[in-house]
């Protein structure tokens, strides 16, 4: 799998261009999704009286491992290509491409896939901690530093009154941004669930979906 950073990826964080982009990704995810050039990840039910399949696979090593014993079609083929390329833009404010390798002789399975996106996420985050020059500060640790402890918070939260409900202490806050290659925000991997890979004609490549 071999990195290549898109310099011109840079994030406009305008309000302007923001919503411009998301509404440029809802319409190339909609024209994926109406060409079948769309994949989903989803886990059969851990036990037959499940009401329904889990969405998504986590992106860490070890939640990968975990989720993919039970993904869903994970040996069909849905890439019949040796490579296909991805590109990444969230959560991060400089966007990065990979060429991904298939792992068998006729293209991408369903597991191949979400493994090669998961390396590039791990490899994405494990760069921005070798070169940020702000501290890792996940969520629970922001929340501790900011707000005092997060089980107090949410005690409070669940027996204030609505109005009250609004003050500072009960926002929800992120991960904090780092400063490194790519400028990761608001999320740490172990957050991040895989849910849909999806052509981007836009861009010539993969896009995914994810959920936190």
């Known amino acids: 799998m ?9 994030a406009d964080t305008s309000i302007e261009r923001v919503f411009y982009r998301s509404i440029q990704d809802r319409e190339s995810k909609a024209k994926a999704k109406a060409t079948n050039q769309i994949i989903h990840f989803t886990q059969l039910p851990a036990a037959a009286a499940a009401p329904a399949p889990l969405y998504g696979v986590a992106l860490t090593e070890k939640g990968l491992q975990r989720d993919i014993q039970n993904l869903r079609g994970a040996r069909d083929i849905v890439i019949r290509s040796l490579r296909a ?8 404010e400089r966007g990065a491409g990979f060429i991904l390798y298939a792992d068998t002789i006729r293209g991408f399975t ?77 999320h740490a991997l172990s957050d991040l669930i895989l849910t849909d890979a999806w ?14």
């Open 199 to 212: 052509w981007d004609e836009n861009r010539d490549a993969w896009r995914v979906s994810l959920d936190s």
């Open 2 to 10: 071999l990195a290549d950073l898109d310099d011109s990826s840079r």
């Open 85 to 92: 390329k991805l590109f990444i833009h969230y959560p991060m």
């Open 110 to 186: 369903r597991a191949g896939l979400a493994r090669e996106i998961a390396h590039a996420y791990q490899m994405i985050y494990a760069e921005e901690r070798l070169t940020s020059q702000l501290p890792e500060e996940t969520i629970d640790q922001r929340i501790s530093r900011t707000r005092g402890d997060w089980g107090k918070c949410c005690d409070a939260a669940a027996t204030t009154a609505p109005r009250q409900r609004q003050q500072p202490w009960v926002h929800i806050i992120n991960r904090a941004e780092t400063n490194g290659r790519y400028g990761i925000w608001g």
